[in-house]
């Protein structure tokens, strides 16, 4: 089993449609994260959760909405998307949010296609 | 504002020719700096972590050095298993952001 593991690996969804992805780590990490990544472009920070607080990309679109109930779980809930966010979403976890060392870990990602 | 800069973008290799890749990075107060590999269509595999300038670290045919303005993977005699891309990633500032390069897209003949 791996670190971290997230569903579905693949989803096709229409521009109207309310979909979830979901992570789940068995690392006994602290922080959760999601990325975004997209041809030829870095790994995009979307949001991260941990036990000291909650960071948000400003520049994520409100369509994407997080949700992380503990510290093993998080949800990407996706409603109304456009074609652009057709990408390999990434769950990831680390150890904690602060401090050196804090390597992060990744899932094998979902990949979204918006139609 | 953090920067990460990998070099070259693509590369091939015939297998057993060694080479270097490099990730070149501007940040205040870094506090680490991480090395992935990416297979196609998978989430990154983490490699290394290093600290401070000077370090080295090891795993079969990659080595990953730091210095204070860049860092090197390593790759001797590779074989066309080692084809994928490889991310850079640096950890800077009293904040929890890591900043990662575009990679490099590495491809490894028979």
């Known amino acids: 089993e791996t670190g971290v593991t997230q569903t579905p690996r693949h989803l096709v969804m229409g521009m109207t449609n309310k979909k979830s992805l979901k992570c789940e780590q068995h690392l006994g990490h602290n922080a959760m994260y999601w990325y975004k990544q997209s041809a030829k472009k870095p790994l995009e920070l979307m949001f991260v959760?941990?036990?000291?607080?909650?960071?948000e990309n400003n520049s994520v679109p409100s369509r994407f909405s997080p949700e992380c109930p503990n510290s093993s779980h998080l949800f990407l809930h996706l409603h109304t998307l456009q074609p652009e966010d057709s990408a390999l979403y990434l769950c990831?976890?680390?150890?904690?949010?602060?401090?050196?060392?804090?390597?992060?870990?990744f899932g094998e990602g979902s990949w979204l296609t918006v139609v | 504002e953090d920067q990460v800069t990998q070099s070259p973008e693509a590369l091939r290799l015939q297998e057993g020719e060694s080479s270097s890749l490099n990730c070149s990075y501007t940040?205040?107060?870094?506090?680490?700096l991480f090395w992935y590999r990416q297979d196609p269509g998978k989430g990154p595999e983490f490699l290394f972590t290093l600290y401070s300038a000077g370090e080295e670290k090891e795993k079969e045919r990659l080595k990953a050095t730091l210095t204070k303005k860049e860092s090197f993977l390593h790759i001797t005699a590779p074989k066309p298993e080692d084809s994928a891309s490889y991310l850079c990633a640096v950890l800077a500032g009293g904040y929890q952001k890591v900043t990662f390069g575009i990679g490099t897209k590495l491809q490894v003949i028979p």
């Open positions: 959760y941990s036990l000291e607080e909650r960071v």
């Open positions: 990831a976890s680390s150890p904690g949010s602060q401090g050196a060392g804090n390597t992060i870990y």
């Open positions: 940040v205040s107060g870094l506090r680490g």
